[in-house]
């Protein structure tokens, strides 16, 4: 069965809005989860990582005030695009490792219009 | 330099055949592991196959198996006995270390399309 959810699959929303993502760990606790950006036809790139109970750790180049990470539980992580433009569309994907495995959740399509 | 390196951007296979796909990597790391994930157009990404730098044998999952030489930095995937559900894009991954917050390196993907 599936390792990670992810809640909404898909959202389309305003520009200037923000989105919510969630992702949630259904089989252990994580203590560090992955957030991933990809856009089509492209590999997938690390946005952040969110560590439970502290600050996530961004990649350069991506701005922690537009992408806010809260890892709040061992079980769940969000990320909220705020103020949300067209070029924030994207497929964005959380992951968690375990072990020698690393799980990635279904996925979310955000479109801003 | 690049974590991992796919040179394959497209492939095509006839149905039945095998198909290699290529990939190697960068590391200094002694223990380091590494992944081949299938991405259908649905967008998951599905775990297919995994080799541990220690692992001295190649890794086999069903009609997935993995080509490791070490000495080379390289890990090809291949596929046998292709099925036309094998279309799909294919990345090769590395995770370095053994601390769990690691990052993933990915690389750029190789699209897969099996023809009839």
């Known amino acids: 069965g599936a390792v990670v959810s992810q809640h909404p699959s898909w959202v389309i929303c305003k520009s200037g809005t923000s989105v919510k993502i969630e992702c949630r760990s259904l089989?252990?606790?994580?203590?560090?989860m992955f957030w991933y950006r990809q856009f089509p036809k492209q590999s997938l790139m690390l946005m952040a990582t969110?560590?439970?109970?502290?600050?996530?750790?961004?990649e350069q180049g991506v701005e922690k005030d537009k992408f806010l990470i809260n890892h709040a539980s061992l079980t769940l992580s969000t990320l909220t695009v705020t103020s949300a433009h067209p070029e924030d569309s994207s497929f964005y994907i959380c992951?968690?490792?375990?072990?020698?495995?690393?799980?990635f959740g279904p996925g979310t399509r955000l479109t801003v219009l | 330099a690049q974590k991992i390196t796919q040179t394959q951007p497209g492939m095509f296979v006839q149905e039945k055949e095998a198909v290699t796909l290529d990939c190697t990597y960068d590391?200094?790391?002694?223990?380091?592991?590494l992944f081949w994930y299938k991405q259908p157009s649905s967008g998951e990404m599905i775990f297919l196959i995994y080799?541990?730098?220690?692992?001295?044998q190649n890794a086999t999952e069903g009609r997935y198996s993995l080509n490791f030489q070490k000495a080379r930095k390289s890990a090809n995937l291949v596929i046998s006995a292709s099925q036309l559900g094998d279309s799909a894009m294919y990345f090769c991954?590395?995770?370095?270390?053994?601390?769990?917050?690691?990052?993933?390196?990915f690389g750029t993907g190789t699209s897969l399309t099996v023809i009839p």
């Open positions: 590391t200094s790391d002694q223990s380091y592991g």
């Open positions: 080799q541990g730098s220690y692992d001295e």
């Open positions: 991954a590395m995770r370095e270390g053994r601390n769990t917050g690691n990052q993933f390196y």
């Open positions: 969110s560590n439970e109970g502290s600050k996530a750790t961004y």
């Open positions: 089989d252990f606790q994580a203590t560090t």
């Open positions: 992951s968690l490792r375990r072990v020698n495995e690393q799980f």
